[in-house]
């Protein structure tokens, strides 16, 4: 190998080296802001002659690597009425509430980095195509919704990057079908029902007939979240004795159903909005350690399922 060849390789080498150090560290240090970030999800309507009732639920969230300072969550309703409101934030936040029929103000002193502020709220409405308006505000910090985030551009030069990492993942995959791990692995845990087919069988255990059938029909886009807000409104709708069978079902998502965490705390909202006063974190966090899914093993799901109800009901 020539000389000339030699240089030419260890100068690639190191332009590669440097490029890649230099993607990162502009990456890394560009991104060091505070970045707001909000959705708004909500429950199904309950209907009646007067118009609709709706639970909202509106979570805010530091996603980006410093403080914001002084936030504002503004919820207002033109057409309808804000009947009941609950605001939570994660561990050290303080909030300020301001409510009146047709509006709520949530102030946060500080949202470090990962923090989070939620706040639910029933509306009566004159129709069902109402909608809260939403606006989320702090000094210097533009919010952006859920549904407006866009790619960031350093996101795309990173993405040689994240190619390489899911090349060498991939190999290891087909590496391991090759001796017949992955297979095994497939074997073992194979897909589970869709969300609205879990909330029916739930329901349904629980002796709530009804709603397992508006459930079970009601379309593949029904999901563990708006059946914990379409339980809520309708335990709501009857009287006392009867609103356990609700509180059973709201647990069961818990045990039984693979909900992600935003889902987890809005289960957990409509628990204790039922009860009437909080569930501990020993607790809930006991409940959710118990959970067993579905797709794992069906039997040993439904078994459990059955226990759990049988369990429930000679409590009461």
């Known amino acids: 190998m020539t000389e000339s060849t030699k240089t030419a ?33 909500g429950g199904p309507a309950l209907s009646n002659a ?15 690597k410093k403080e914001v300072a002084q936030t504002l969550i503004q919820v207002s309703l033109k057409f309808g009425e804000l009947s009941e409101a609950a605001s939570e934030a994660s561990p050290g936040v303080k909030l300020a509430e301001e409510k009146t029929q047709h509006q709520i103000d949530i102030r946060a002193d500080l949202l470090n980095p990962g923090d989070a502020v939620k706040v639910s709220f029933l509306t009566a409405l004159a129709s069902q195509n109402g909608q809260p308006t939403v606006v989320v505000r702090a000094p210097g910090v533009k919010a952006i919704a859920e549904s407006s985030k866009s790619n960031n551009p350093l996101d795309i030069a990173l993405l040689p990057l994240i190619l390489g990492t899911l090349a060498a993942v991939l190999s290891t995959f087909l590496m391991a079908a ?21 909330s029916a069988n739930i329901c349904a255990a629980c002796g709530l007939h009804d709603e397992a059938n508006r459930l079970r029909f009601g379309g593949p886009e029904i999901s563990y979240r708006g059946t914990a807000d379409f339980l809520l409104q309708q335990a709501l709708s009857v009287e006392e004795p009867r609103r356990k069978k609700y509180d059973m079902a709201l647990r069961g998502l818990l045990l039984f159903a693979d909900t992600t965490p935003n889902t987890q705390y809005t289960i957990r909202y409509a628990i204790e909005f039922l009860a009437g006063s909080p569930i501990s974190d020993a607790d809930f966090e006991e409940l959710k350690n118990k959970k067993t899914r579905e797709g794992e093993d069906p039997v040993v799901w439904r078994q459990r399922l059955v226990t759990f109800v049988s369990e429930a009901n000679s409590e009461n």
């Open 50 to 64: 007067s118009g609709s009732k709706r639970i909202f639920v509106v979570e805010v969230r530091n996603d980006g």
């Open 178 to 198: 090759r001796i017949g791990f992955l297979g095994r692995l497939v074997g073992f845990a194979g897909p589970s029902l869709d969300q609205s087919e879990i």
């Open 9 to 41: 390789i260890i100068t690639a080498v190191l332009t590669g080296i440097f490029t890649v150090v230099a993607g990162v560290a502009t990456y890394w240090f560009t991104t060091k802001e505070p970045e707001l970030s909000y959705s708004v999800v």
